[in-house]
T-cell receptor, first 115, second 114 residues
Framework: EAGVTQFPSHSVIEKGQTVTLRCDPI?????LYWYRRVMGKEIKFLLH????????ESGMPNNRFLAERTGGTYSTLKVQPAELEDSGVYFC?????????????FGPGTRLTVL | GENVEQHPSTLSVQEGDSAVIKCTYS??????FPWYKQELGKGPQLIID?????GEKKDQRIAVTLNKTAKHFSLHITETQPEDSAVYFC?????????????FGTGTKLQVIP
């Protein structure tokens, strides 16, 4: 079974540009999460999809970030326009259901550098 | 919201020694505590977890303890091996709007010296 995949693995852009990150969850997983880790800090929650619906987007930093999950399969996270403080590693995770002990499977992350 | 603190940020041990990573959480409603290991170039992977109704759990060389009263939990790795070198994250999970919301610590970079 394929794990969670993310594309691209690295992205270097200039301030003001737009970047779109993609996440393909494990097939059949209704729950999809986006997280971000800034260097040396915690893995911070951004948002949670249940199928195609945004269940919780309380962690999204501001309106420059837009997440979508059309059809309830893969998800994209767009940053427009990017700022220096958006640099970090963006992780996607998926889980089968919402039980508290249901494991979240993480992708390898996308390292975003904004110059 | 929940706040998780994790110490130390870096830890170096000799192969064969034990390693201990400690975390505290702020919200007494948190009821599930997973630990993740992140190896270079990979995403975090669950290695062990503990529920709030259990004080200790062990899986081969790793064990977790939970003190609900003090709101702290720890990861113990015994007989460390070079392949244990990685970044370890603790996390606390609580019910939010019918779903579980996970809050992570800042990570501990463990280096096992052969």
């Amino acid at each position: 079974e394929a794990g969670v995949t993310q594309f691209p693995s690295h992205s270097v852009i200039e301030k003001g540009q737009t970047v779109t990150l993609r996440c393909d969850p494990i097939s059949g997983h209704d729950n999809l999460y986006w997280y971000r880790r800034v260097m040396g800090k915690e893995i911070k929650f951004l948002l949670h999809f249940v199928k195609e619906s945004k269940q919780d987007e309380s962690g999204m930093p501001n309106n420059r970030f837009l997440a979508e999950r059309t059809g309830g399969t893969y998800s994209t996270l767009k940053v427009q326009p990017a700022e220096l403080e958006d640099s970090g590693v963006y992780f996607c995770a998926s889980s089968q259901d919402i039980r508290p002990d249901n494991e979240q499977f993480f992708g390898p992350g996308t390292r975003l550098t904004v110059l | 919201g929940e706040n998780v603190e994790q110490h130390p940020s870096t830890l170096s041990v000799q192969e064969g020694d034990s390693a201990v990573i400690k975390c505290t959480y702020s919200d007494s409603a948190s009821n599930y505590f997973p630990w993740y290991k992140q190896e270079l170039g990979k995403g975090p992977q669950l290695i062990i977890d503990i529920r709030s109704n259990v004080g200790e759990k062990k899986d081969q060389r790793i064990a977790v303890t939970l003190n609900k009263t003090a709101k702290h939990f720890s990861l113990h790795i015994t007989e460390t091996q070079p392949e244990d070198s990685a970044v370890y994250f603790c996390a606390a999970s609580l019910n939010s709007g019918g779903y579980q919301k996970v809050t992570f610590g800042t990570g501990t970079k463990l280096q096992v010296i052969p």
